[in-house]
T-cell receptor
Framework: AQTVTQSQPEMSVQEAETVTLSCTYDTSESDYYLFWYKQPPSRQMILVIRQEAYKQQNATENRFSVNFQKAAKSFSLKISDSQLGDAAMYFCAYRSPLYFGNEKLTFGTGTRLTIIP | GAVVSQHPSWVICKSGTSVKIECRSLDFQATTMFWYRQFPKQSLMLMATSNEGSKATYEQGVEKDKFLINHASLTLSTLTVTSAHPEDSSFYIC???????????FGSGTRLTVV
């Protein structure tokens, strides 16, 4: 079974600075999807960024980018120019490819990010 | 974008009663819906996977008779907590696959308090 590990329960960063959240995973599959989700105090899960394992290029969404190291099974999230609205719980998640017929997400334990004004 | 509407957002019920939570996909067809439970300051725990027109698949340790899931249409899935007890108090979230490059959309969650 796949497992997702987030080794940083809490992180903090000064506003406008850059922070990196770590995520590692374990799988025997060669093709899969990786996600970062944000859960603010409202508890609504919001997709931050998505990476397809067969793509070598790291995904980027505005101030959010990932460092995807497939061989190392690492998928870190970098937030640049941190803003107060970035304060949230961040979850890393893994999903098998569709053709396996199992679409469920496996979540990490989360990292609580605090933004210091 | 794809939206999943979840209701109610919060509910308080008496011990022994049943509570139904609904999740509707508003602008897409959700053939598969996922139901999660989240305890305070913890991650999401998958409870079950529901497929339209068939029985739900429950994760190990989840009581099928307590957490009834119905997915009668491509746009509606429901979770009924039967004979609720205080230990069932939690945050419940549904999610659906949009089928677009592996994306998922989540409902806004339901906070259940059993008194």
């Amino acid at each position: 079974a796949q497992t997702v590990t987030q080794s940083q329960p809490e992180m903090s960063v000064q506003e406008a600075e850059t922070v990196t959240l770590s995520c590692t995973y374990d799988t025997s599959e060669s093709d899969y999807y990786l996600f970062w989700y944000k859960q603010p105090p409202s508890r609504q899960m919001i997709l931050v960024i998505r990476q397809e394992a067969y793509k070598q290029q790291n995904a980027t969404e505005n101030r959010f980018s990932v460092n995807f190291q497939k061989a190392a099974k690492s998928f870190s999230l970098k937030i640049s120019d941190s803003q107060l609205g970035d304060a949230a719980m961040y979850f890393c998640a893994y999903r098998s490819p569709l053709y396996f017929g199992n679409e469920k997400l496996t979540f990490g334990t989360g990292t609580r990010l605090t933004i210091i004004p | 974008g794809a939206v999943v509407s979840q209701h109610p957002s919060w509910v308080i019920c008496k011990s022994g009663t049943s509570v139904k939570i609904e999740c509707r996909s508003l602008d897409f067809q959700a053939t598969t819906m996922f139901w999660y439970r989240q305890f305070p300051k913890q991650s999401l725990m998958l409870m079950a996977t529901s497929n339209e027109g068939s029985k739900a698949t429950y994760e190990q340790g989840v009581e099928k008779d307590k957490f009834l899931i119905n997915h009668a249409s491509l746009t509606l899935s429901t979770l009924t907590v039967t004979s609720a007890h205080p230990e069932d108090s939690s945050f419940y979230i549904c999610s659906a696959s949009t089928g677009r490059g592996g994306g998922y959309t989540f409902g806004s969650g339901t906070r259940l308090t059993v008194v």
